[in-house]
Nanobody, 121 residues
Framework: QVQLVESGGGLVQAGGSLRLSCAVS??????MGWFRQAPGNEREFVAY????????EYTDSVKGRFTISRDNAKNTVYLHMNSLKPEDTAVYYC????????????????WGQGTQVTVSS
């Protein structure tokens, strides 16, 4: 089994920064992703990183502002968010998949409980 626990969300002003953490326990899968879901919207891909291979991808709206990283020794994945905008407001979810480099939420079988990020203008 795989368990994912997110932390680090909160309220921040536009232009500010937050770091989300995802603690992973159980079996390690090949791809770790971050997704987000705003009220009334579908869950959308934000970023992924390979667990054993140094590869990452981002959705266009966060490129240059967000960075995904991992600490294999701590079994933790991070999402560093800078220059936050009100449109980044959402519940952010950590997810794990054996589908290599997937950006599709339905290809991630394991999910955390989510952490709220609110960016005020």
């Amino acid at each position: 089994q795989v368990q994912l626990v997110e932390s680090g969300g909160g309220l921040v002003q536009a232009g500010g920064s937050l770091r989300l953490s995802c603690a992973v326990s159980g079996r390690v899968l090949s791809t770790m992703g971050w997704f987000r879901q705003a009220p009334g919207n579908e869950r959308e891909f934000v970023a992924y990183i390979g667990w054993s291979v140094e590869v990452a991808e981002y959705t266009d709206s966060v490129k240059g502002r967000f960075t995904i990283s991992r600490d294999n020794a701590k079994n933790t994945v991070y999402l560093h968010m800078n220059s936050l905008k009100p449109e980044d407001t959402a519940v952010y979810y950590c997810a794990a998949s054996d589908r290599w480099r997937s950006t599709l939420a339905n290809q991630y079988p394991y999910w955390g409980q989510g952490t709220q990020v609110t960016v005020s203008s």
